[in-house]
T-cell receptor, first 111, second 114 residues
Framework: GQNIDQPTEMTATEGAIVQINCTYQTSGFNGLFWYQQHAGEAPTFLSYNVLDGLEEKGRFSSFLSRSKGYSYLLLKELQMKDSASYLC????????????FGQGTELSVKP | EPEVTQTPSHQVTQMGQEVILRCVPISNHLYFYWYRQILGQKVEFLVSFYNNEISEKSEIFDDQFSVERPDGSNFTLKIRSTKLEDSAMYFCASILDRDNQPQHFGDGTRLSIL
């Protein structure tokens, strides 16, 4: 089966750093993706990992450990506009390469 | 930067009616997807499409659903006889290389079934 877990919600302060964790169990793995989704809008791509290690893109970084089935998204220098839902998604290795999404973590950034 | 475009942005339909949601994927992309997101719930995979045929579909994608690529640009999702529980945001996504790139999502169609 396939299961992706991430915290339901988190709160952080403007200017701070926040880490959003994601654990997964899948029958076939071909990459882990992080998307940002503001209410009523489409998911927008942030970062992805296929191999173990850290990928850095500006204020956003994502880490993957395939042996542990674990990833995190790190957001630095938080801004109010970072308040959104952050979606962890695993790409299935089979067939069409569908994405399997977690429930999302609702991040609230406070002044 | 090229985008996936979806129309309409909002569709209101009576239960039992047919609805067609339209997507124009990024022009050189080869793999196409439909996902849906019921309000307050997670994004769910519906169907993937490659080389003019369905490559995978989920349990949600029953006989009431169909997809088509009628020409070189459009990718459509049809729901034959809508139900109240079909009310959701529907997202189209496309990708050039299935294994090495992220999927790019359109802005979505909000489908409301009355």
């Amino acid at each position: 089966g396939q299961n992706i877990d991430q915290p339901t919600e988190m709160t952080a302060t403007e200017g701070a750093i926040v880490q959003i964790n994601c654990t997964y169990q899948t029958s076939g793995f071909n990459g882990l993706f992080w998307y940002q989704q503001h209410a009523g809008e489409a998911p927008t791509f942030l970062s992805y990992n296929v191999l173990d290690g850290l990928e850095e893109k500006g204020r956003f970084s994502s880490f993957l450990s395939r042996s542990k089935g674990y990833s995190y998204l790190l957001l630095k220098e938080l801004q109010m506009k970072d308040s959104a839902s952050y979606l962890c998604a695993v790409r299935d290795i089979n067939q069409g390469g569908k994405l399997i999404f977690g429930q999302g973590t609702e991040l609230s950034v406070k002044p | 930067e090229p985008e996936v475009t979806q129309t309409p942005s909002h569709q209101v339909t009576q239960m039992g009616q047919e609805v067609i949601l339209r997507c124009v994927p990024i022009s050189n992309h080869l793999y196409f997807y439909w996902y849906r997101q019921i309000l307050g719930q997670k994004v769910e995979f519906l169907v993937s499409f490659y080389n003019n045929e369905i490559s995978e579909k989920s349990e949600i994608f029953d006989d009431q659903f169909s997809v088509e690529r009628p020409d070189g640009s459009n990718f459509t999702l049809k729901i034959r006889s809508t139900k109240l529980e079909d009310s959701a945001m529907y997202f189209c996504a496309s990708i050039l290389d299935r294994d090495n790139q992220p999927q790019h999502f359109g802005d979505g169609t909000r489908l409301s079934i009355l």
